[in-house]
């Protein structure tokens, strides 16, 4: 299910500080062996970087937006926080000091990446040398919610995609989504995308990709899959071809991939025309609990669900290569996975919580192949 952050009209003080943390704890957990391909998978997990409240300044609130794979095929973590502006340094350590709240006109909202070192120690990154935007024009749209999705395009740029859902003077559902891209270490504003969602239909924008001509292709929850030129500020293409939930569907540099739950299916198509490619089965059908695809740069796709890890086996169907019942001592079930992408090596990196847990504290693990 997507990531939805709420906006912050007040940011509320007196919260546990933030530590650093730069060593991951490991706990090892190993996953069955598979009979048919005698593979091996370990899992362990890695400690989440940053607190999600603290009393520092650059990371007031901090919430994790995405994990990807980069053009190297290297695994990253992207944060959004928010920042107190240099300005309003002074004025905030006093309102701290005060237990005082602080005010959305003194804030403003900053992307941070995290990358692993060799020692598998967690470093932060800084993105860009300006914000994304103030905190102050977030509030002011007056959004239900507000969605920031990272992403790169074709070419390899980074970028990130904010969504707003608002309610128009009809009372009717109205989708906006701005693109950012980021170039020489700062953000520059490429356009936005708005629709308003039709009667009898439920138009949310689930998924995102831009092309290598900087098309914002948006999939939506009504089965269509929208593409629109920023540059020329028009829709150019749409398809209602896939007429099935499109929640799952994940993009690589040509091909995009959505899993068909009817069918116990995934489908493939083309990025430039919509056109599907092949369809991929599945050798068993989840019964219920999380699920969630994966694929990077090489078209390695993985689907990861309640019943155990699949990769792609001969003649399109998808092979089982590890059951899996637990994870980090909860039950399967109960966990939401957010995000998961696949790194150079084959290594899976989900990002997910327990639903049953009230404050629903992230976690993030990785599982690997044992090469024997």
Known sequence: MKKIICILLIVIMGIVGCGKKEKISVVTNKIQENMEDKKVFTSHQLEIPFDRNTLELDYIAEEGIGVLTNTEGDMELFTLTRSVKKKYRKKASELIKEKKQLTADMLE???WKFVLDEDERWQR????ENALFDE????NESAKYVKYEPVYDMNGNFMIIVSFDKEDENGQEN???RVYQLAN????YLGEYSYVEKDNSIQEPLRYAVDCQKNLIVAKMDGSVSKYDLELKKEIDISTDFSFDLSEMVFSTEMGYSRKEEDNTIVSFYMDDFVQDKVIKMPEKSSSGPEILAVNQKQDVVLINSTGIFEM??????????SMDMISGVEIDKVVFDYACIDKDGAIYLYMYDYSDESRTPFFYKIEEVKK
Request: with cysteine.
């Open 125 to 128: 990154q800084v993105v860009s």
């Open 185 to 188: 270490k700062k953000w520059g």
């Open 175 to 177: 989708y906006i989504q």
């Open 109 to 111: 909202c900053r992307i």
């Open 313 to 322: 086996g001969e003649n399109d169907v998808m092979k089982k290569v590890s």
């Open 136 to 139: 102050e024009d977030v509030v």
